[in-house]
């Protein structure tokens, strides 16, 4: 493999890592203010699990830097992540 390509994925392979480590800073929504949290219906029982979390973590991750975000929205709040 010539080392041109070597070099990009390795380059690819540190910025994977990067991200990764982040993710735990990413996805903590504490630190928001409690505006942008009702805005994004956090702590609302109907948006809480099913928009508001995945849309404010989507959010994040692209100011972070990731290129390719995917949400995934639960119709009903029993099929969300995070509830039992």
């Known amino acids: 493999m010539p080392p041109a ?3 990009e994925a390795r380059l690819s ?11 735990r800073r ?5 630190k928001n203010s409690q505006t942008k949290l ?4 956090i702590g609302d029982p109907k948006t809480d699990c ?3 979390r ?3 973590l989507t959010r994040r991750l ?3 830097g990731f ?7 639960a119709a009903d709040p029993a099929h969300a992540v995070g509830r039992a």
């Not at 990413?26 to 504490?30: A, C, E, G, K, T």
């Not at 009702?38 to 219906?41: C, L, T």
Request: aromatic letters at 8%; a neutral charge; hydrophobic letters at 45%.
């Open 67 to 73: 290129s390719v975000v995917c949400p995934v929205l």
């Open 62 to 64: 692209i100011a972070n």
């Open 5 to 7: 390509i070597r070099n």
């Open 50 to 52: 099913t928009t508001g």
């Open 38 to 41: 009702e805005i994004m219906g």
């Open 13 to 23: 392979a540190y910025d994977l890592a990067f991200k990764m480590q982040n993710g």
């Open 54 to 56: 995945p849309l404010l």
């Open 26 to 30: 990413i996805s903590d929504f504490r």
